[in-house]
């Protein structure tokens, strides 16, 4: 499958890459995970392949941020006890999808059906 977004179009979101080939792989491997969501279903309109494309710039850009100062949480230091604490954001790099990305995609939300507690067809 052919990725939702290119190397170009994360660059135009979040600036020069230093690792194309690292950001290409990402960026493949995102568009994997949205299309393989149940519920997913592709759509020819501009307006969705824009969803798409950022959508999944999104993702790899969290997954960029770990390891770096831009990746962390909280960080705290002390003086007099010697102090230092640093929580990373995303530690190990995972590609993910948010809820409103989900939301945004049509995926997930409520579900309807039905249970027959006795077993048996009511008709």
């Known amino acids: 499958m052919t990725p939702f977004a290119t ?7 979040y600036g020069e890459v230093e690792d194309e080939a690292r950001v290409s792989a990402l960026l493949q491997d995102a568009t994997n995970i949205i299309a393989s969501q149940p519920g997913f279903a592709m759509r020819e309109d501009e307006t969705w392949q824009g969803v798409l494309e950022t959508v999944t710039c999104a993702m790899v850009h969290r997954s960029m941020m770990s390891g770096a100062y831009a990746g962390l949480s909280n960080v ?7 102090t ?36 048996c067809d009511a008709r």
Do not use: F, K
Not at 7 to 13: A, C, H, K, L
Not at 76 to 82: D, E, H, L, P, T
Not at 88 to 115: A, H, K, M, S, W
């Open 7 to 13: 190397v170009e179009d994360y660059e135009t979101r």
């Open 76 to 82: 705290s230091q002390g003086a007099g006890g010697y």
């Open 84 to 119: 230092a604490s640093v929580s990373v954001y995303n530690p190990g790099g995972d590609l993910y999808l948010t809820r409103n990305e989900r939301r945004v995609l049509g995926l997930g939300g409520g579900r309807i059906g039905q249970t027959d507690p006795y077993g």
